[in-house]
């Protein structure tokens, strides 16, 4: 009986697990969605453009991706040993040094890379999208919070305070 019990205590956890890696897989496709909606408004593509712009667009953030993933492994790498030795240290800043300058050089190389497709004012803000599409969001965020209130919309009397 104990057994049964922890076997479907270890399934509903894991359907939990699941469902909820379901619902940021599908938050992070609206997210992707709504950025290439914003970013060709944004730099008012044409269909022609567009043809041509999100295929290499596509590519970038697939390097990005890729980059930021080999960050991440040293990161967690770094956090899962107790103790580190300065040469630990050394290396992992001198890859993650490496790493950021690869950013750099993808996000300069896309942009540059754009010449044929973008005018010079497109290209400018091809530049300062993401900045302005962030700030954006976590507008956004700020007010779907503030229209929930605290923690969910439920207000205590102690929350007045903070």
Same mark, same amino acid.
């Given at each position: 009986m104990?057994?049964m #019990? ?10 939990? #697990? ?25 730099l ?5 453009? /567009? ?5 290499r667009?596509?590519? $970038?953030?697939v ?15 770094? #956090?899962?040993?107790?103790? $580190?030795?300065q040469?630990?240290?050394? +290396? +992992? ?18 942009? #540059? ?30 007010? $779907?919070? /503030?229209?929930? /209130?605290p ?6 009397? $102690?929350?007045?305070?903070?």
């Amino acid at each position: 009986m104990k057994l049964m #019990n922890l076997i479907l205590a270890s399934l509903c956890v894991m359907s939990i #697990n699941i469902a909820q890696d379901e619902m940021e897989s599908k938050k992070r496709e609206k997210m992707e969605m709504l950025a290439v909606w914003k970013l060709t408004e944004h730099l008012e593509l044409t269909g022609e453009q /567009g043809e041509t712009f999100f295929p290499r667009f596509r590519e $970038h953030e697939v390097a990005k991706k890729n980059l930021r993933e080999q960050q991440k492994a040293i990161y967690k790498q770094l #956090n899962e040993k107790d103790a $580190h030795s300065q040469s630990d240290v050394d +290396a +992992a800043l001198s890859q993650l040094a490496t790493l950021e300058k690869q950013l750099i050089d993808e996000r300069m190389t896309f942009i #540059n890379g754009m010449k044929d497709i973008l005018s010079a004012e497109q290209q400018l803000k091809l530049v300062t999208f993401r900045g302005e599409f962030m700030k954006e969001m976590k507008g956004r965020l700020k007010d $779907h919070k /503030g229209r929930r /209130g605290p923690r969910g919309g439920m207000k205590r009397k $102690h929350d007045r305070n903070f």
